[in-house]
């Protein structure tokens, strides 16, 4: 069994089985890619950015920080709508024109970015990865090569900083020498590290020769304990609770509720706004 070295601290949502959460990021997303309409997402971004501070307990500078590749996702496909999609002219200058359909799409398809974007956030900073593979292979029946493969995959992922933060210290404590063996002086002080991209290239291909080296070890080591074969007993068991199913029932009714409720003020818009 491989563990996991960096654990999720506890919440109300890590204690949640994470086939559930991941089945509900799963219907949450595909419901949301039929919603166009600015108003619809951005409740649900809402209650999502709350649910993950409050209900995983996430640091409000960390859920900002990891988001900022969705911000600038949805800041790009607003601005690409504003000023292509055709329609009526909110604002007109010279070649720059600015449409109010282009406003209105791009708003929807900015906040179904962000909509998405913090639930999957919630999800991976409260799941475990070592639980949810465990979960995948007892609770979705996830077979025990891919279940295994994957976590492995996963912990290498994880040691690369660590990994990468040695090579660059080795590298920085060799001084650069001339040719007969002689130490330069003054062109690296102790303690520093040489950048540049000829020092990048050396240490990245430093990591990947020992990341695959690292990866074959850990295949043969899983392989020599029997990967695949079955039956196989697990250490921490995953179950699926009543409190999991509840969760799972709450969230997506109020999902649902949104949705109806905008559909019913008249805000719910369709795919059909694209065209």
Do not use: C
């Not at 002086?185 to 695959?212: C, E, H, K, M, W």
């Not at 799972?248 to 719910?268: D, F, P, Q, R, W």
Request: zero cysteines.
């Amino acid at each position: 069994m491989i563990l996991n070295p960096a654990q999720v601290p506890d919440s109300p949502l890590a204690r949640r089985n994470p086939t559930v959460k991941l089945a509900v990021l799963f219907l949450a997303s595909v419901a949301l890619l039929f919603v166009l309409d600015p108003v619809t997402p951005a409740v649900i971004y809402l209650a999502g950015f709350i649910g993950a501070a409050v209900g995983g307990r996430i640091p409000l500078r960390t859920l900002l920080a990891v988001q900022l590749p969705f911000f600038a996702f949805a800041a790009g496909v607003l601005t690409i709508n504003v000023l292509s999609r055709p329609g009526t002219a909110l604002w007109e200058e010279g070649p720059v024109r600015l449409t109010v359909e282009g406003l209105v799409v791009g708003a929807a398809l900015a906040g179904r970015t962000l909509a998405i974007g913090i639930l999957s956030v919630g999800f991976l900073l409260t799941t475990d990865s070592l639980a949810l593979m465990t979960s995948l292979h007892q609770n979705a029946r996830l077979g025990a090569r891919p279940s295994y493969a994957l976590m492995a995959g996963h912990r290498l992922l994880q040691q690369l900083p660590g990994e990468w933060a040695v090579i660059r210290a080795a590298q920085s404590v060799r001084a650069p020498l001339r040719r007969a063996g002689t130490v330069r002086q003054g062109t690296v002080r102790q303690g520093t590290v040489r950048r540049g991209p000829g020092a990048f290239g050396r240490a990245g291909f430093a990591l990947l020769v020992q990341s695959i080296r690292r990866g074959e070890r850990m295949a043969q080591s899983l392989e020599s304990r029997g990967l695949g074969l079955t039956p196989r007993t697990v250490w921490r068991p995953v179950h699926v609770t009543s409190v999991d199913l509840a969760f799972g029932a709450v969230v997506l009714a109020g999902l649902a509720t949104v949705i109806g409720v905008a559909g019913a003020l008249g805000l719910l818009r369709g795919p059909g706004a694209l065209f």
